[in-house]
Nanobody
Framework: QVQLVESGGGLVQPGGSLRLSCAASGRIFSINVMGWYRQAPGKQRELVAGITSGGRTNYADSVKGRFTISRDNAKNTVYLQMNGLKPEDTAVYYC???????????????WGQGTQVTVSS
């Protein structure tokens, strides 16, 4: 019913930048919170940043001042601008969205397939 498709991952040197995008499509009535999570090998998935439909944001302490989350509500798309990347940012990054498919239903969580970000010299 709802698909989230991420793009923009890749290999970058320490100190470099990447921009991730995630577009939601399908049967969408409204989207509440959208966010980015990441999971490094051997670690639990963790929240990187989130943004409400009204534009309120929150960030993990480890990325504050380096990453910026934004969204385009008209396009059902969320972005993550990542600057000053460090090797410890290496992980698979997942998009998440709380989506309602009709005015009579609540919000359900949907996940993208993930995109690899590798920070290495």
């Amino acid at each position: 019913q709802v698909q989230l498709v991420e793009s923009g991952g890749g290999l970058v040197q320490p100190g470099g930048s990447l921009r991730l995008s995630c577009a939601a499509s399908g049967r969408i009535f409204s989207i509440n919170v959208m966010g980015w999570y990441r999971q490094a090998p051997g670690k639990q998935r963790e929240l990187v940043a989130g943004i409400t439909s009204g534009g309120r944001t929150n960030y993990a302490d480890s990325v504050k001042g380096r990453f910026t989350i934004s969204r385009d509500n008209a396009k059902n798309t969320v972005y993550l601008q990542m600057n000053g990347l460090k090797p410890e940012d290496t992980a698979v990054y997942y998009c998440n969205a709380a989506v309602s498919v009709s005015m009579y239903s609540g919000f359900n969580n949907y996940w993208g397939q993930g995109t690899q970000v590798t920070v290495s010299s």
